[in-house]
T-cell receptor, first 112, second 114 residues
Framework: EAGVTQSPTHLIKTRGQQATLRCSPISGHTSVYWYQQALGLGLQFLLWYDEGEERNRGNFPPRFSGRQFPNYSSELNVNALELEDSALYLC???????????FGPGTRLTVL | GEDVEQSLFLSVREGDSSVINCTYTDSSSTYLYWYKQEPGAGLQLLTYIFSNMDMKQDQRLTVLLNKKDKHLSLRIADTQTGDSAIYFCAESSDSGGGADGLTFGKGTHLIIQP
């Protein structure tokens, strides 16, 4: 939606490894939200970055972290992967003065 | 905490209208959204409504909001096979998501019968 891209499309890791997921910028959209869509749990808010800073995080442990770069692209890092981290991870771009969030296609993370 | 509830499945015949319902609990919800997710894809924003409105129409889509009952519905007129997807209701108390992002329901699977 609206040009948001995420990479990789799919990622397979084993327990204990680390995963890095990426989200591309849209010009002028300074905010990035990350969500986890796990089977049976629906979409849950993970992290919010705005103007390069982490502004808020959802109810997730510290091994979920990330950053936002000067060009407003973003990375989500998941350390010490657990089986239940298997999910679709979606990023969304937003502008403070707009009312909506535009989602990327997601990264499917599978932890074996 | 805030909660958004939707029924899990809705089955309709092609050409009929589909009505997907959603209830929410947060009285400070200001923005209410409908997103569509096709298999293997991300979320596509369909439409959204402010809490000071009670209806919004956009081509085949009609959104009705009953703020007193905290009830939101999405009507899709003349449902087509391409409408088959999961439909998510979401709310936010702040423009663009604010500090806590959007709160989503678990999604309604819309199944189209020929």
């Amino acid at each position: 939606e609206a040009g948001v891209t995420q990479s990789p499309t799919h990622l397979i890791k084993t327990r204990g490894q680390q995963a890095t997921l990426r989200c591309s910028p849209i010009s002028g959209h300074t905010s990035v939200y990350w969500y986890q869509q796990a089977l049976g749990l629906g979409l849950q808010f993970l992290l919010w970055y705005d103007e390069g800073e982490e502004r808020n995080r959802g109810n997730f442990p510290p091994r979920f972290s990330g950053r936002q770069f000067p060009n407003y692209s973003s990375e989500l890092n998941v350390n010490a992967l657990e089986l239940e981290d298997s999910a679709l991870y979606l990023c969304a771009r937003a502008k403070r003065e707009e009312d909506t969030q535009y989602f990327g296609p997601g990264t499917r993370l599978t932890v074996l | 905490g805030e909660d958004v509830e939707q029924s899990l499945f809705l089955s309709v015949r092609e050409g009929d209208s589909s009505v997907i319902n959603c209830t929410y609990t947060d009285s400070s919800s200001t923005y209410l959204y409908w997103y569509k997710q096709e298999p293997g894809a991300g979320l596509q924003l369909l439409t959204y409504i402010f809490s000071n409105m009670d209806m919004k129409q956009d081509q085949r889509l009609t959104v009705l909001l009953n703020k007193k009952d905290k009830h939101l519905s999405l009507r899709i007129a003349d449902t087509q096979t391409g409408d088959s997807a999961i439909y998510f209701c979401a709310e936010s108390s702040d423009s663009g998501g604010g500090a806590d992002g959007l709160t989503f329901g678990k999604g309604t699977h819309l199944i189209i019968q020929p």
